[in-house]
Nanobody
Framework: QVQLVESGGGLVQAGGSLRLSCAAS????????MGWFRQAPGKERDVVAA????????YYEDSVKGRFTISRDNAKNTVYLQMNSLKPEDTAVYYC???????????????????WGQGTQVTVSS
């Protein structure tokens, strides 16, 4: 069983930065594709960024390209989301997700992931 715990959310002004962390425990984290998703009130949960098991492949949703960076440190069982130039429309609950089976690629759909964290709130004020 894999447990995921997000941290690093908070309130920030537009143009500011935050770094989210997702710490994993349990099974072999280093084999798993990971993703960051977000869900705003009344909206579906959508992918923000995804990363392959070794960080060699990454994916970004169009609206965050050039502003957000996903990375992972397998020695620390942690995946990160660096968020720069934040906008009010980035406001949402951000979730970390793991696909707990080895794969060489990334995945961008919620249905592809079987383990989720509890979420962390990110609020960007204008």
């Amino acid at each position: 069983q894999v447990q995921l715990v997000e941290s690093g959310g908070g309130l920030v002004q537009a143009g500011g930065s935050l770094r989210l962390s997702c710490a994993a425990s349990g099974r072999t984290f280093s084999s798993f594709p990971m993703g960051w998703f977000r869900q705003a009130p009344g909206k579906e949960r959508d992918v923000v960024a995804a990363i392959s098991w070794n960080g060699g492949k990454t994916y970004y949703e169009d609206s965050v390209k050039g502003r957000f960076t996903i990375s992972r440190d397998n020695a620390k069982n942690t995946v990160y989301l660096q968020m720069n130039s934040l906008k009010p429309e980035d406001t949402a609950v951000y979730y970390c997700a793991a696909r707990t089976a080895y794969s060489g690629t990334y995945y961008s759909q919620p249905r592809d992931y079987d383990c989720w964290g509890q979420g962390t709130q990110v609020t960007v004020s204008s």
